[in-house]
């Protein structure tokens, strides 16, 4: 890796796998700085979401957001400084694509995916609505966690050799 060359990782995984607590602390081994989907779609967009989950209102704003971290993390890169990308990749499409213009930009990609039982990931999100604590940044509705849970696509054989696989506690 040349001096110029930063690496941005990619963290991925199903819904309340432990992805921002992972990010979290990713961010502080690395002296990187973390990006998170949701902190930026609730601050963009959270006033305004309906009342009924409609993936075809959340998906184009997500792209949008991706598009903007996007920009502030090649410049951050650019600096010398790793970025923690925490988008929701949920397609092997969007890992590909963020893939394609990291390293079109010149930067490492390192995947992370997080993974984690679904009977865990359900009571997270239960608890995190509860606690509204660190890694909370809206309620997760029962119809939220099934559309998110049925549009995340599991990584591929391929995927996997490519990724730190991250397990995610027994809780």
């Known amino acids: 890796m040349n001096n110029d060359q930063r690496t ?23 002296n990187g700085v973390r990006f998170a989907i949701d902190e930026w779609m609730q601050a963009m967009f959270g006033a305004d979401v309906p ?11 997500v792209a949008r957001c991706q598009v903007q ?11 010398g400084t790793d ?13 590909d694509s963020i893939k394609s213009k990291v390293e079109q930009a ?15 990931r359900r009571q997270r999100v239960l608890r995190r609505n509860a606690e509204k604590g660190e ?5 997760v509705t029962p119809g939220m966690f099934g559309a998110m ?15 730190h696989l991250v397990r ?3 809780e």
């Not at 970025?83 to 890992?95: A, M, N, P, S």
């Open 69 to 79: 971290v996007w920009s502030v993390a090649q410049q951050i890169l650019g600096t």
């Open 106 to 120: 010149g930067h490492v990609v390192l995947f992370h995916f997080v993974d984690a039982p679904l009977p865990i």
């Open 168 to 170: 995610a506690p027994q």
């Open 83 to 95: 970025v923690i990308l925490e988008l929701g990749l949920l397609q092997k499409t969007d890992r």
């Open 51 to 61: 009342e009924r989950m409609d993936m075809s209102w959340v998906m184009p704003r």
């Open 8 to 30: 941005a990782h990619l963290i991925y995984g199903p819904i309340a796998a432990g992805k921002s607590t992972f990010a979290r602390t990713l961010a502080t081994e690395v």
């Open 135 to 139: 890694t909370y940044s809206f309620d």
């Open 149 to 163: 849970e049925s549009c995340f696509e599991y990584p591929t054989d391929s995927e996997l050799s490519d990724s």
